[in-house]
């Protein structure tokens, strides 16, 4: 794997020790890695480049870290982002772009090095890709690319944002392979990716495309623990 990082403060001495902990994390891993650092908030916005893990400032200069992370996430979605602060105001709104977790300054090493543990965790499971067939083509898409997998007939579907595939294995199967925490199988006939879940009630949720998957009446219980457990993990 590689990772591609951004660290965004307006203190030089939080990008040195950030950059410093990564940089000592990926040559721990033998993980080839990447980082562009910025103490502007604007640069980091507009900085070209996909980013897999972010470590932003929640306050800098005139620019929110919020801002920086919504930016990334148009770029990549699944951005695995932490937010450096002193400042829990900002969590609820935090919450809402899955931050993987918040840093205290002054920032203690090994709660950061458990944190980057943590997310390359995340990042390295939704690297995993496979090849589906569309419009009779083999195509290869990445795990985090799946809203949800149905049962069709004699087959399954895999949807994604663009296209519908499909697939001569089972749901068991594909339950095996999606083994990102982000997966669940909330009824028999269903497989669904939470990261495009956009309301949840207790018999079903609806993703973000206005697909309505049901919760099986004996799965309620246990998918609620998944979906709480789930969000707590991507704080």
Sequence with gaps: MVINALICDDEQKYIEQIQKCLSDYCYDHSITYHIDTFANGMLA????????????????????????????????????????????????????????????????????????????????????????????????????????????????????????????ENLDYWEHKLTNVCFSRPHKSFILNMEYVDKYKRNEVTLKN????????????DFRKIFWDYLKRRK
Excluded: C
Excluded at 106 to 114: C, E, S, V
Excluded at 210 to 221: D, E, L, S, W
């Design 45 to 168: 916005i507009h900085s070209p480049n996909a980013y897999n893990i972010a470590f932003l400032d929640i306050e800098i200069d005139n620019v929110s870290g919020l801002d920086i992370a919504k930016s990334l996430k148009e770029k990549n979605k699944n951005v695995v982002v932490f937010f450096i602060t002193a400042y829990e105001k900002y969590i609820d709104d935090a919450m809402d772009l899955f931050a993987l977790r918040f840093i205290k300054k002054p920032i203690d090493n090994m709660r950061l090095y458990g944190g980057i543990d943590k997310a390359v965790e995340l990042i390295n499971e939704d690297e995993i890709s496979f090849f589906l067939k569309f419009s009779g083509t083999a195509v290869k898409i990445r795990a985090n690319e799946i809203m949800y997998i149905e049962i069709g007939d004699h087959k399954t579907i895999i949807f994604t944002e663009n296209n519908n595939y499909e697939s001569s």
């Design 210 to 221: 206005g697909k309505i998957i049901p919760i099986a009446y004996r799965n309620q219980k």
